[in-house]
């Protein structure tokens, strides 16, 4: 049994298929608790039972299927993607870890196989946060993570989390009963597609994700002097717009000396912001990412360091407040080398890429060892109607997963996990 046997053209077929659920005209858009997300739920779950799987929908709206193994009482592998896409985003997104899980299933099934343990396939509600501007709000819950204040979160319209659920069936109140148990899990793998461009230069069609990398969001304020743009001559201004622009000089050119970080202005705004004046303060964002949170953290204070004296030297005044911060989750080891010896399995490279982007698999961490499969995407574009992965890498992924969840399901493996467990060393 290996991972060729895969049903390519159902995939695609079914990649197509939840395309079509979707708002408006322009790429997907399928909100979470929407018309859109009911529709897709519908097929998956025709789609789990026609794997072979017991499907049910937990007290979030994750919905799960699950393929009994061999070992009666063994803990599950689950693997898993989300189901909600941002507002104008990509078929594969998300869908692509979904359809791939039930493929593999469907594949076993076929081939009359059954693992030692049981594997579950789960398609998360509401990843991207689209919504609620709340993200993982599926794999939070599973892993015991959401709050309670979360249910208030409200969407555009000023509809609640918690209201959005009622409509569709579920009992807000419950949900702390979507938490699973971690001795009832043996592990989380996740296929999703790169949204960068690591894999295509190294023209690859996937590669094992390392771990997902650890982030600082900052709001900073530089502050001058506003004054008559016709008036003041150059050399006694307090210009804080020409100020910020160093400062974004200086962000590039600090991340860029340290290969793990990236670090990103990505927003400024302007006061007073017309064209006859000369600007008095300037609020922006920087966004900070690592692998390595000592990293992360050296190149925030140089940054804040070096924007302090290139405000000294204007005579302006620099503030940073950080108001987001969260470690770096590598992947588990185990997971990782189940991975590469599925890409060495089909003569790949293996390719150990960090992921910059926040996944389910960061939430599920905190339940069990995780891992990830990336799978290629053109011009490493998502988040936009334009996402495509071709055919054949869909094909190598998803062989890649199956040969993966095969060895991580395997007897033997299985052991290693429980003996661990019961040693209380599984923590990821
Ligand atoms: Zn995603």
Redesign the pocket.
């Known amino acids: 049994m290996s991972g060729d046997k895969i049903n390519l053209e159902r995939m695609m077929h079914r990649l197509n298929q939840l395309a079509l659920c979707s708002r408006g005209s322009r790429g997907i858009t399928r909100l979470s608790f929407s018309r859109e997300s009911e529709c897709a739920n519908r097929l998956v779950r025709d789609w789990m039972r026609e794997a072979g799987m017991v499907v049910r929908m937990d007290p979030l709206g994750n919905v799960i299927g699950r393929y009994e193994g061999r070992r009666p009482g063994a803990p599950a592998f689950l693997i898993g993607?989300?189901l909600d896409s941002v507002i104008e985003g990509g078929k594969y997104?998300?869908a692509l870890?979904v359809v791939a899980g039930i493929e593999i299933v469907q594949t076993l099934r076929e081939r009359g196989l059954r693992p030692d343990l049981p594997i579950e396939v789960i398609a998360f509600c509401d990843?991207?946060g689209a919504r609620f501007h709340t993200t993982l709000l599926g794999s939070r819950a599973m892993a015991g993570m959401l709050r309670e204040e979360d249910l208030c979160a409200r969407d555009s319209d000023g509809i609640t989390l918690a209201e959005a659920m009622r409509s569709f069936g579920l009992d807000p109140s419950r949900y702390t009963d979507a938490v699973r148990d971690p001795q009832s899990v043996a592990g989380y793998l996740e296929l999703?597609?790169e949204?960068g461009p690591v894999l295509e230069r190294e023209d690859q069609a996937c590669g094992a994700v390392s771990g997902i990398a650890g982030a600082a969001r900052c709001r900073f304020r530089v502050e001058g002097r506003a004054s008559h743009a016709g008036t003041v001559p150059m050399s006694l201004r307090r210009d804080a717009l020409a100020g910020a622009a160093e400062i974004v000089l200086a962000v590039e050119r600090i991340a860029g000396r340290m290969p793990s970080v990236v670090a990103t202005v990505g927003q400024l705004r302007v006061f007073p912001g017309t064209s006859n004046v000369i600007p008095g303060a300037v609020e922006g964002t920087l966004d900070v990412r690592s692998m390595e949170d000592e990293q992360r953290q050296a190149a925030l204070k140089e940054i804040c360091e070096e924007a302090e004296r290139i405000s000294r030297r204007r005579g302006l005044s620099f503030t940073c407040r950080t108001v987001m911060e969260a470690a770096a989750t590598p992947c588990s080891a185990r997971l990782v080398q189940a991975v590469e010896e599925a890409l060495a399995k089909r003569g790949l490279k293996p390719l150990r890429i960090p992921s910059g982007?926040g996944?389910?698999a960061l939430a599920m961490a905190s339940l069990t060892e995780v891992g990830m499969i990336f799978v290629r995407c053109r011009n490493g574009i998502?988040h936009h109607p334009d996402e495509y992965v071709a055919p054949e890498d869909v094909g190598t992924g998803t062989a890649v997963l199956l040969d993966a969840v095969l060895e991580l399901t395997a007897a033997e493996t299985a052991e290693k996990f429980l003996n661990k467990a019961v040693k209380g060393a599984n923590t990821p």
Request: avoid cysteine; proline fraction near 0%.
């Open positions: 993607s989300h997104d998300g870890g990843e991207e999703h597609i949204q982007a996944h389910d998502s």
